[in-house]
C-alpha cells in the first residue's frame, strides 16, 4: 500500500492491544494485505482474559454468543463445555484463535505503548513504547480495552501492608493458595461477587469489604451436552442473525410485555421463571423495566425477597440488599453461589456504610469499628472504565493537543470509533459506542470491520486520510447523552459514568441505543461515502469534508 514499508519501523497500520478485538483487527488488516505492527503490554495474547485470572471469572454473556462470528468454520469447530466459560476456557479459546490465524507473529509482546504522535503533514503517527522504541504508521488502532486499567482505591496505608496485595484484573499467573489463610476482599461488582464463593471455600476466614451492594442473578451455568451443543451449532446462524438484530448483541429478546400488563401472581410467575432461567437476561423480564421506575420496583422487590429468603442470618441479608439504585442502573452481576456464601461460617460481611476503612495496616485493615486481621487483600475494585486506558498514553493530535485534555470534561468521540483532531487513529470499543453494554465480541467484530472498510475506500479513493468533524462529534455526543438520559441506566452512578474514579468528570460514556440501531447508523454513514468526516489528501493535510 505505501513505500514506508522500505523501512522496517514504519508500517500501514499498528494495532496495541491482543484482546480478542485486537486479534480481530490484526487479522483483518492483514488479510488486507496491510503491513502491521501489533503491540500488547502483557505476555501473552486474550487481554481481559489473559489478566483476569483470579478465582471463578468466567464470561457473563453465554459463551456461544461470546465468540467470534466472522468464521462459520471457526464457530462450528470450537465446542463450549459449559454454558458461560471459565476465564481458562475463554483464554485457551484465544490462543487457539491467534494460533489458527498466525496472529502472535504480528506482534511485539511485554510492549506498553506510551506515546502516539500525530504528523500533520504527512498524516502519519508516530508511536512509542515504554522502553523508548518508535514505529510509523499512516493508520492507529486503538484496541486497548474499556477494562483494562485497574482501578487501586486511593486507601491509607495500602503501601504498609505486609501480606500479598491481588487485584483481579491483575491476578498472578500461577496458582494463588488462599489455603489456611485470612482473606480480606475489597469490592462487590462482578469480579467480587464471582470471585467471593469461591476464596471462602479455600480460605481460613473470608472478611468481605462491601461499600455497594449489588444485585446479582444466578448463572443457573451448566455443562453442555454433547447432542445439545451439535443441536445449537446446527442453527447457529439464526442465534447470530437474531444477536445482531438485538440491543444487547445476544439472541435472547426482550420480553413485550410490560410489568403493568399482569396480576400480581402473573408478574411473580414470570420474575420466578426469569429467576430459574438465571443470568443477565434477568432485565429483559418486562420490557419496561429498564425504563419505568415504578416498574424497575418491582424486580428490584423481588429480587430483595430472594435475597432475604436465602442469606439465613436477617442482618446480614439486610445489609445485602441493594437499596441505592435501581436494578440495571449498575451492571446487573451473575453469580454461582454468591448469597448462599453468607451462611458459611467462615465469611463475615463487613459493611463499610456504617463503618468505613480508616486505614490499612501491616497486619490488616482497620475501620471505625475494628481491625481486621488478614494474611491477604484481593481488591476487586474494578477499572477506570471505558477512557482510563487511553489517557494514561500520551496521545497528541493536531497542535500537539493531547487525547487527555480534548477529554478533561468527559469523552467526546464519534460514534466511539474516531475523535475529531486525530485523523487516522480508530479506537474500538471506545465511548460512544454499545462496548460495554453489549455483547463485546461482536462489537469488537463491528468496530474492525468498519474501521478496515473505510482504509480500504481510502486506498481505493486515493486519499490518505479520514478525520471526524467537530460538528459531527459534537452531535453524536449529544445523542448518546439524550438516549441515556431517557433510561434508568443513564440515571445511575457506576462506572459507567466514572463515578468509581475519584475526580472523574461524570458522564455516561457508552451508547444506550443498541446494538442494532448503532451498527445500521454505522453502515449508513459508511455507504454515504463517510458522512460526518473529512477525507484527506496527505500531501496538504486537507480534505473534503464529507457533510455532518
Ligand atoms: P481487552 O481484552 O481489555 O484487551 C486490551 C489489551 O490491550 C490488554 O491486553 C492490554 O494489556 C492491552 N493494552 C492496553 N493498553 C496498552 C498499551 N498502552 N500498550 C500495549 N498494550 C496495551 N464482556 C462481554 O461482552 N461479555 C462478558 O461476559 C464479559 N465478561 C467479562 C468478565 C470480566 C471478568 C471482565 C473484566 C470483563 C468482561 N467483559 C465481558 C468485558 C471484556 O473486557 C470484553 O468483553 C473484551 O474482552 C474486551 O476485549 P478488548 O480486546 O476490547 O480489550
Known amino acids: 500500500m505505501t513505500d514506508e514499508r522500505t523501512n522496517p519501523t514504519t508500517v500501514d497500520a499498528i494495532v496495541v492491544g491482543a484482546g480478542l478485538a485486537g486479534l480481530y483487527a490484526t487479522h483483518r488488516l492483514h488479510s488486507m494485505g496491510l503491513s502491521i505492527q501489533c503491540f500488547e503490554a502483557g505476555s501473552g495474547v486474550g487481554g481481559t482474559w489473559f489478566w483476569n485470572r483470579y478465582p ?63 504528523d500533520e503533514r504527512s498524516l502519519l503517527w508516530t508511536v512509542a513504547s515504554e522502553d523508548g522504541r518508535t514505529w510509523t504508521a499512516r493508520f492507529v488502532i486503538f484496541a486497548t480495552g474499556p477494562l483494562s486499567t485497574s482501578n487501586i482505591p486511593p486507601i491509607e496505608g495500602l503501601g504498609d501492608f505486609s501480606g500479598r496485595i491481588l487485584h483481579t484484573g491483575q491476578w498472578p499467573r500461577e496458582e494463588v493458595d488462599f489455603a489456611g489463610l485470612r482473606v480480606a476482599v475489597i469490592g462487590t461488582g462482578s469480579s467480587g461477587i464471582q470471585a467471593i464463593p469461591q476464596i471462602a471455600q479455600k480460605a481460613r476466614h473470608l472478611f468481605v469489604f462491601q461499600r455497594t451492594p449489588n444485585f446479582s442473578i444466578p448463572a443457573r451455568n451448566f455443562a453442555w451436552d454433547g447432542e445439545a451443543l451439535d443441536e445449537v451449532l446446527g442453527s447457529y446462524d439464526t442465534r447470530r442473525a437474531l444477536s445482531l438484530a438485538s440491543k444487547a448483541g445476544t439472541p435472547h429478546p426482550s420480553s413485550p410485555t410490560r410489568t403493568f400488563d399482569v396480576n400480581d401472581e402473573e408478574r411473580e410467575a414470570l420474575f420466578e ?111 477506570d472504565a471505558l477512557t482510563g486506558t487511553l489517557n494514561r498514553i500520551d496521545i497528541r493530535g493536531r497542535r500537539g493537543q493531547l487525547l487527555r485534555d480534548v477529554w478533561a470534561d468527559g469523552p467526546r468521540t464519534f460514534l466511539g470509533l474516531a475523535v475529531a483532531g486525530f485523523p487516522n487513529l480508530f479506537i474500538v470499543n471506545g465511548p460512544g459506542s454499545p462496548s460495554v453494554l453489549a455483547n463485546m465480541v461482536l462489537t469488537a467484530e463491528q468496530h474492525v470491520d468498519w474501521i478496515a472498510n473505510a482504509i480500504a475506500y481510502l486506498s481505493s479513493s486515493g486519499f490518505a486520510g479520514i478525520e471526524a468533524n467537530v460538528d459531527a462529534q459534537d452531535a453524536w455526543g449529544d445523542h448518546v447523552s439524550a438516549t441515556a438520559a431517557g433510561t434508568i441506566i443513564g440515571k445511575g452512578h457506576s462506572w459507567y459514568t466514572g463515578a468509581n474514579i475519584p475526580g472523574k468528570s461524570p458522564v455516561f460514556m457508552p451508547y444506550v441505543g443498541g446494538l442494532d440501531v448503532y451498527r445500521a447508523r454505522c453502515d449508513e454513514i459508511a455507504a454515504s461515502g463517510y458522512s460526518g468526516f473529512t477525507l484527506l489528501d496527505a500531501a496538504t493535510s486537507q480534505g473534503v469534508t464529507v457533510g455532518s
Not at 84 to 93: G, K, P, R, V
Not at 335 to 343: C, S, V
Not at 363 to 370: S, Y
Open 56 to 118: 471463578g471469572a468466567r464470561c457473563d454473556v453465554e459463551s456461544l454468543d461470546y465468540s467470534f462470528s466472522f468464521s462459520p468454520e471457526l464457530q462450528k469447530e470450537w465446542r463450549w463445555t459449559e454454558r458461560y466459560a471459565t476465564q481458562s476456557e475463554i483464554l485457551l479459546y484465544l490462543e487457539h484463535v491467534a494460533e489458527r490465524y498466525s496472529l502472535r507473529q504480528h506482534y511485539s509482546f511485554s510492549t506498553r505503548i506510551v506515546n502516539a504522535q500525530l
Open 273 to 383: 421463571a426469569a429467576w430459574e432461567r438465571g443470568g443477565a437476561t434477568f432485565s429483559k423480564t418486562f420490557a419496561d423495566q429498564l425504563v419505568d421506575p415504578a416498574a424497575n420496583q418491582y424486580a428490584v422487590d423481588f429480587v430483595h425477597r430472594k435475597i432475604l429468603s436465602i442469606v439465613e442470618d436477617p442482618e446480614v441479608a439486610k445489609k445485602l440488599l441493594p437499596i441505592d439504585h435501581a436494578i440495571g442502573a449498575k451492571r446487573i452481576c451473575v453469580d454461582i453461589g454468591y448469597f448462599e456464601t453468607y451462611n458459611r461460617d467462615n465469611v463475615t460481611l463487613v459493611d463499610l456504610n456504617a463503618t468505613p476503612i480508616e486505614t490499612i495496616e501491616k497486619t490488616g485493615i482497620r475501620t471505625t469499628a475494628a481491625l481486621y486481621e488478614v494474611d491477604d487483600i484481593v481488591l476487586a475494585t474494578g477499572f
